[in-house]
């Protein structure tokens, strides 16, 4: 349970009361108010038209309907639209020459995702590393690489991807690979985009009672609607709550979130969102991570019981956070428009940990960090993140050539603040202990007093792009998309620096026939370079240019890809390349070094395939193949032609979805998903085995008393496989899970 000083608890959400008991009333008055009629001036809004008909779909298993839903499961969960790919927007999903994949809200809820997890283990392109649970911080590999901060709306979110939630979301979209002139600086591997969910234009009342495994429960309410008979002002309400102990024992999640929207047509032509979320999170008894004595090869993860915490059930990781932002769309006449988005983002996170060594004689040793005296503050950080969007878009024709011409400005600020000055926590050691299972502490109650110091800034990063594109269709065959991104980091805290750097993006479109689209494309992008920490790891071992900080490097993608629809299937595929610049450590551990040296270059194929089989099985899946090495190294030339960390070379996921043709209501599912083997250091010395994952579902729809009733049933990693994953392979995987809910609309 958390030992955070009370007084700093109310500090953090000074908005929270105005925000929860707006949610609630709003609730109540969602809940007992007569259903409004569909706005005329909303009719195209592409989103709220995406939940409209997704509810007529939903009830396809009681009341017979002939339509395909956009996003829906009788629609194979295929959709044609993309809320926007950073400055573009306006083209369908297939003539997007971009590898991206869309996940739609009936498919997160089928899913039963209540964190970001669940999506990423079904899409073809995404390679799990961290579980939310673990740290409330969900991260993946995309290409290869790191992806950790997500967007909100198209603008960044937290920059610990912290605040990544399910149940103020719509729809998650995936952009794989660069995106510079896209999304502005940082985003090597990919982008995901989280889009805000909107009021709906029939009244909507729904919860959600779910078991996520062994002991946990989660309630979940969703309400909608218009405030108006002409349904131009409407609202939207999630709560939520959490707890108890999972599928790991003596690990236990407990959440708390609140969100609300609202959205409305100020004036004809000129739409505005409002949205705001409160969040609480905490993890008791976290998993640990895992490490291995000097000589000590990494044992089979089948000796480490998967379904019990290695940690200690007493610490605790706890997150506070909210978010505030609007999005708004105008059009100005028929042919300008301007679009635009922004969000503030707070939050602080506290932190006791577990680290688990295991030694030569087959016992381990355990360090427990951050363990302060009841009542003084166990504040690890603050974080304070704002981001911005907003563009120009204007038509207009050059002869028979048609142009889309979009100007635009992204910004994002992210300040970090930590204790300086003061003392941390003692570390608790524990020594000598057996493999057979979990050796568990009491808390200890004899702390050491210390003194933190004074919270200061420890971190301020600055991050603007003015772009310019140019949206060219030359005929029904060809077609173009141009574009440059003037783009600035200014790292305010270490030495500093303020650099720029342009990076185009050009792709060219060739539709041989209406239902197949070939592209090619180039695109570089602006990363910031690193700002070395004091300490090596968290540890006691200085590094010896720490405080430093290093330039930018500039990454770029070369992409051919081409879409196509086959029947109701639609079928994506793309090669591509990417050279990164590296940075890490040399002369670990004796003197660690942070160096920046050399190049990551990654080949890849991915191939993604959505949509009906038949008229009763749908299919996700596809691949990923990628041929990683490092080259052009002067500083550990031995690395030279090695893969990179914990890049797996072959991802290859598969979800199919039988609906019964004599039972309409009742579908079952089964996934795989295989993940290659990686490298937990450079060497290529230490080899994390790859891991084959299988899971059954089943969802029944009945209609009780005119309520639709939704029954789910997931059962994940059904043979327990025993796995490492994480970061140099520092984790065990996630046991068997059964995940069980009922959903009620009222």
């Not at 809004?45 to 829906?72: F, H, P, S, Y």
């Not at 991807?161 to 896209?182: K, P, Q, V, W, Y």
């Not at 989660?218 to 609607?225: E, R, S, Y």
């Not at 490490?291 to 059930?313: E, H, L, T």
Request: aromatic share 10%.
């Amino acid at each position: 349970m958390r030992h955070q000083s009370l007084s700093r608890l109310h500090q953090i959400h000074p908005l929270t009361r105005a925000l929860r008991y707006a949610s609630l009333g709003l609730f109540v008055a969602g809940i007992s108010a007569s259903p409004l009629s569909l706005a005329d001036s909303a009719k195209d809004d592409a989103q709220a038209n995406e939940k409209t008909a997704k509810t007529a779909a939903r009830l396809k298993a009681v009341k017979v309907t002939a339509e395909a839903t956009d996003g829906g499961a009788d629609n194979g969960y295929r959709t044609e639209t993309v809320s926007g790919v950073g400055a573009w927007e306006g083209r369908s999903l297939q003539d997007t020459p971009y590898s991206v994949n869309v996940f739609s809200e009936e498919l997160i809820e089928n899913l039963q995702a209540t964190t970001p997890d669940q999506i990423y283990r079904v899409n073809p392109t995404t390679q799990l590393m961290r579980a939310q649970h673990e740290n409330n911080q969900p991260r993946i590999m995309m290409r290869g690489f790191s992806v950790q901060r997500s967007y909100r709306d198209g603008v960044p979110d937290d920059q610990y991807n912290h605040s990544a939630t399910m149940e103020d979301t719509a729809r998650i979209e995936i952009l794989n690979g660069l995106s510079g002139f896209l999304y502005g600086a940082n985003n090597v591997g990919g982008v995901t985009n989280y889009v805000t969910k909107r009021s709906t234009e029939e009244r909507l009342n729904q919860v959600t009672l779910s078991s996520l495994g062994g002991n946990s429960w989660n309630v979940h309410g969703d309400f909608g609607g218009k405030f108006d008979s002409e349904g131009k002002y409407g609202y939207r309400v999630n709560a939520v709550e959490q707890g108890g102990d999972g599928s790991i024992k003596n690990q236990a999640v407990e959440k708390t979130f609140y969100s609300l929207a609202f959205d409305g047509y100020l004036f004809e032509d000129f739409w505005v969102q409002i949205h705001a979320m409160d969040y609480t999170y905490d993890v008791n008894g976290s998993q640990t991570y895992w490490y291995f004595a000097n000589g000590v090869k990494r044992p089979s993860a089948s000796i480490i019981d998967n379904d019990i915490s290695w940690g200690q059930p007493w610490t605790n990781r706890w997150y506070d956070y909210n978010r505030y932002g609007t999005n708004l769309k105008w059009q100005i006449s028929e042919n300008v428009s301007l679009r635009g988005a922004y969000i503030d983002n707070r939050g602080s996170r506290g932190s006791e940990s577990t680290s688990n060594t295991i030694a030569a004689n087959g016992t381990y040793s355990q360090v427990i960090s951050g363990v302060y005296t009841p009542g003084l503050d166990t504040l690890l950080s603050d974080q304070k993140d704002s981001g911005t969007a907003l563009y120009l878009d204007v038509l207009f024709d050059t002869g028979s050539v048609a142009h889309k011409l979009t100007t635009g400005y992204q910004y994002s600020d992210s300040f970090q603040y930590r204790y300086t000055g003061g003392a941390s926590a003692a570390n608790i050691n524990i020594t000598g202990k057996p493999m057979t299972s979990p050796s568990y502490i009491s808390r200890p109650t004899n702390v050491a007093q210390v003194n933190r110091g004074k919270i200061t800034l420890s971190s301020n990063t600055e991050y603007r792009s003015l772009i310019i594109g140019d949206d060219i269709t030359f005929n029904e065959q060809w077609s173009a998309l141009l574009g440059a991104a003037q783009t600035t980091i200014t790292q305010k805290t270490g030495t500093g620096y303020d650099e720029s750097a342009l990076t185009p993006s050009v792709s060219v479109l060739f539709k041989p026939v209406e239902s197949i689209t070939t592209y090619v494309s180039y695109i570089e992008g602006l990363e910031a370079g690193a700002v070395v920490p004091e300490f090596y790891n968290n540890t006691a071992v200085k590094v010896v240019n720490g405080g430093k900080s290093f330039d930018p490097l500039t990454s770029e993608q070369f992409e051919i890809g081409m879409k196509t629809s086959v029947g109701e299937l639609e079928i994506n595929a793309a090669l591509f390349r990417i050279e990164k610049g590296l940075q890490y450590y040399i002369n670990v551990p004796a003197a660690p070094e942070y160096v920046q040296d050399g190049l990551q270059i990654h080949d890849g194929i991915e191939v993604t395939v959505m949509g009906n089989l038949t008229e009763n099985l749908n299919l996700i899946s596809g691949f990923t193949w990628l041929d990683p090495e490092v080259k052009n190294q002067r500083q550990k030339p031995a690395i030279e032609g090695k893969a990179p960390i914990d890049v797996a070379k072959k991802i290859a996921k598969a979800r199919l979805e039988y609906t019964i043709p004599t039972l309409r209501n009742l579908s079952v599912s089964f996934a795989v998903n295989h993940n290659g083997a990686s490298y937990g250091d450079d060497m290529n010395l230490d080899k994390v085995p790859g891991y084959t994952l299988f899971d059954v579902g089943t969802r029944y729809q009945m209609n009780v008393s005119e309520k639709l009733i939704t029954l789910r049933a997931d059962l994940h990693n059904i043979t327990n496989e025993h796995y490492w994953n994480g970061f140099n392979g520092t984790r065990i995987g996630d046991p068997r899970t059964l995940s069980l809910s009922a959903t009620v609309e009222f």
